[in-house]
């Protein structure tokens, strides 16, 4: 398997293309690793009937791609709501499902969000709702991706759990299974006084699976053209790899054009920053 930088650098398709389309795209323009969502029009995952499965592994096999799902953070994870609680471990488990339909190796899902004076209460039921998940993840050979997520505008009453260093880490000291990694998304890292490096200097590689990569400007959620922010992805990839991560990075801006040209560009920046994997 080649380690080259270029090799690990993929896009997240989202909502953007037919997923059979999607990747006919990343295998004629050299891209190695795909997200996916399957909630929605014509990647809705009941369209995906046995023949679509087989034809979606046929096409990653024969381009040496490594497909992911990835689920709606709009789907409240931390729902306790009744029929909601219960839709919601369902929505994860029909992710899980698909995963072992379609041979994907990760599924990314995330903690839920909160209504200010229900806090603790949904952080609690996300946390249970995410351990069913990973127990019934791991019965199915199926590797999770918790991310940490964006912090809102100090006045919104909606905000996403799992966006703080501590919001993180009291997830993952809670959630100890080995099919429950983390993608790490260096643009929600810079809304937060640690930044990226208080991320990384917390957590480490260990548990991380994926790194999802967008600019911003470090005031609000952006998912900006890699150099039209405020990110220094010269430190971010000489810190990373040096660290001795090799996993994969996930584009997730613009257009799938966008992200391809972006590949260009962090690898120009990894280069300049001799940054070995790049040269």
């Not at 096999?61 to 931390?78: C, E, F, K, P, Q």
Request: aromatic share 10%; glycine share 8%.
């Amino acid at each position: 398997m080649p380690s080259s930088l270029k090799h690990r650098i993929g896009v997240d398709i989202g909502r953007r293309a037919k997923l059979e389309d999607g990747l006919a795209w990343a295998a004629e323009k050299d891209v190695f690793y795909v997200d996916i969502q399957l909630d929605s029009d014509a990647n809705a995952m009941e369209t995906f009937d046995a023949a679509r499965c087989n034809a979606v592994k046929q096409l990653c096999r024969d381009n040496d791609i490594h497909l992911g799902l990835h689920t709606l953070s709009g789907v409240n994870m931390a729902e306790y709501s009744n029929y909601f609680r219960q839709a919601a471990d369902e929505y994860l488990r029909a992710y899980i499902d698909m995963a072992t339909r379609l041979d994907a190796e990760w599924v990314v899902v995330h903690a839920g969000y909160h209504f200010t004076d229900d806090y603790e209460q949904r952080k609690q039921a996300s946390l249970k709702r995410l351990q069913r998940a990973s127990d019934y993840a791991e019965e199915q050979g199926v590797h999770l991706l918790l991310e940490n997520m964006n912090r809102e505008p100090a006045d919104a009453e909606v905000n996403y759990l799992g966006y703080t260093v501590e919001e993180c880490a009291f997830y993952f000291e809670n959630l100890q299974s080995p099919n429950l990694h983390w993608t790490f998304t260096i643009n929600h890292a810079t809304l937060v006084p640690e930044g990226i490096d208080g991320f990384l200097d917390a957590f480490g590689i260990d548990r991380m699976r994926e790194v999802r990569v967008a600019d911003n400007l470090g005031d609000k959620e952006h998912h900006m053209y890699p150099g039209e922010g405020s990110i220094d992805f010269r430190a971010l990839f000489t810190r990373l790899e040096n660290m001795g991560y090799t996993g994969h990075y996930t584009n997730g801006f613009g257009t799938m054009d966008d992200m391809l040209r972006g590949r260009d560009y962090l690898i120009a920046e990894a280069k300049a920053a001799g940054v070995p994997s790049a040269q």
